[in-house]
């Protein structure tokens, strides 16, 4: 058994105990190939979640500083994010800028899986925020299935500004994958913006969140 796979065997054993968690449509998850999990984003710990939970590995980004720690709480944290498969992204720079992006195709082209929150940041309020388009761009791009994933309630296992991570219970909705017309990256905006908002109603659909209009904002302070 290799790194990822133990590291997601025993996260998941972990969660499964601890929370008991919902899991619906996992048949929805290409068995090959490359795919994109678009998901929305309520807690620090919806990551490491879909990583544990999914049947087939999912890079997300991560904190560049969470690969950097010192002594044996940074060793292990490191490792863990190492393990789960985590990007290291610095701090401000966005998940939807282009350096950011191109990594993430460079992993589809690989046939890997991949992971963003169209949203760009934690939901501090609960509404399902407008979606930014560089989930567009990577769908038309590579024509990669986006699997919709709608988690419920996972904001209470470490609400924001709060350290401690409290067992709850909570659900996690994987929708019918999108799949849109590989048109490269030389589509015009409009495509990638209607492409957007059809994968923000299918993780609506999911989550059952009530929408915002407008993009989300990252505060001051994580």
């Given at each position: ?14 969660i499964?105990?601890l929370?008991?968690?919902?899991v619906?449509?996992?048949?929805h998850?290409?068995a ?8 929305n ?20 980004f991560?904190k ?12 292990l ?13 610095e ?5 939807a800028?282009?350096?950011?992006l191109?990594?993430?195709?460079d ?7 991949v ?6 940041t934690?939901?501090?309020?609960g509404?399902?925020?407008r ?5 567009g761009w ?13 988690l ?25 994958p999108?799949?849109f017309?590989k ?5 015009p ?5 209607n492409?957007t ?19 989300n904002q990252?505060p001051?302070?994580?």
């Open positions: 058994m290799g790194v990822y796979d133990l590291t997601r065997s025993t996260t998941r054993g972990l499964a105990g929370c008991r968690p919902t619906e449509g996992l048949r998850v290409p090959a190939g490359p795919f994109i999990v678009a998901s984003h309520l807690s620090f710990l919806d990551s490491v979640l879909i990583q544990a939970l999914m049947p087939r590995p999912v890079a997300f991560a560049a500083e969470y690969f950097r720690g010192t002594g044996v709480k940074g060793a944290m490191r490792s863990f994010f190492e393990g789960v498969g985590s990007i290291p992204v701090r401000g720079q966005q998940a800028s282009v350096a950011a191109k990594t993430l195709l992993l589809l082209e690989e046939g890997d899986g992971g963003i929150y169209p949203e760009g934690r939901s501090r309020d509404r399902l925020y979606g930014r388009t560089g989930v990577l769908a038309l791009t590579t024509g990669a299935p986006v699997v919709p994933v709608g419920v309630g996972t904001e209470a296992l470490q609400p924001a500004g709060k350290k401690g991570i409290r067992p709850q219970h909570f659900t996690l909705r994987i929708g019918r999108l799949v017309a048109t490269g990256p030389g589509h905006l409009p495509a990638r913006r492409a908002d059809a994968i923000m109603d299918s993780i609506a659909a999911l989550s059952r969140q009530e929408r915002a209009t407008h993009y990252s001051a302070v994580e």
